[in-house]
């Protein structure tokens, strides 16, 4: 990373493992900071810690204070655009920190990659994702799609069965902006096949089809496709 830096951009990405999250970032080319945060177990396991709201914060404070020290960046360096991107369980962390305004408004761009799950309310007779699971999402694909922020959305269609899966929910987040899925019939990286697309302002969603595990790890394994859209400095 250059020394005259002022403002650097930063990537934040839970769950998937640092050495995936390594590659598919430095794929995509990015002149930027990436900070990986992998805990073993479920979405709780994120939530827990994040839900003090002091820990994302300091997170960047150290991150950005280690850089310094090193000689990364100048003495006088801040951070530019911050992103943060999470797979799987890695959701836990991001609900937690967005419920702290001051790092939703701070947060530039969000890139869920098969991520976000929710539980089940009963209503009209029918089950439906728990809008509380989801609320502070849905605030930011608002955002997004008012041209406000950036919010990438992938999903499979695993069906968990006792709780929301990526398809339900991303349907929650449709709604909340007002946006409407199309039919589409695309390539996606590495064999994937995007099946369905939302196009609003700066929310984006991409539905893959597949209903496997494989389905699900490969959202994780191409994050290079998405990567290439949040708006972080590229090396020339």
Same mark, same amino acid.
């Given at each position: 990373m250059p020394a005259d830096m002022e403002h650097v951009d930063l990537v934040v990405h839970f769950h998937g493992g640092a050495a995936t999250a390594e590659r598919e970032f430095a794929a995509a080319g990015m002149q930027a900071v990436l900070v990986t945060v992998s805990i073993p177990g479920l979405s709780s396991a994120y939530e827990r810690p994040f839900s003090d709201p002091a820990l994302f914060g300091a997170i960047l404070e150290k991150t950005l204070a280690e850089l310094r020290q090193r000689g990364r960046v100048p003495a006088t360096a801040e951070w530019g655009r911050v992103c943060v991107s999470s797979f799987s369980a890695g959701f836990g962390a991001v609900r937690a920190i967005l419920k702290v305004p001051a790092?939703?408004?701070?947060?530039?761009?969000?890139?869920?990659?098969? @991520?976000?799950? $929710?539980?089940?309310?009963? !209503?009209?007779? *029918? %089950? /439906?994702?728990?809008? +509380?699971?989801?609320?502070?999402?849905?605030?930011?694909?608002?955002?997004?799609?008012?041209?406000?922020?950036?919010?990438?959305?992938?999903?499979?269609?695993?069906?968990?069965?006792?709780?929301?899966?990526?398809?339900? @929910?991303?349907? $929650?987040?449709?709604?909340? !902006?007002?946006? *409407? %899925? /199309?039919?589409?019939? +695309?390539?996606?990286?590495?064999?994937?096949?995007?099946?369905?697309?939302?196009?609003?302002?700066g929310f984006q969603v991409w539905g893959c089809a597949g209903q496997t595990g494989e389905a699900h790890l490969a959202h994780v394994r191409n994050m290079r496709y998405w990567y290439e859209r949040l708006p972080v400095t590229r090396r020339p």
């Open positions: 790092y939703f408004a701070r947060i530039d761009a969000l890139y869920l990659a098969d @991520t976000l799950y $929710a539980g089940y309310v009963a !209503a009209d007779g *029918q %089950r /439906r994702v728990d809008p +509380e699971d989801v609320r502070d999402f849905c605030r930011y694909a608002q955002e997004a799609a008012a041209g406000c922020k950036l919010l990438l959305v992938t999903h499979s269609y695993v069906e968990p069965g006792r709780y929301a899966g990526t398809h339900e @929910t991303a349907d $929650a987040l449709i709604a909340c !902006a007002g946006a *409407q %899925r /199309r039919a589409v019939d +695309e390539p996606g990286p590495a064999g994937m096949h995007v099946i369905s697309r939302v196009e609003q302002g």
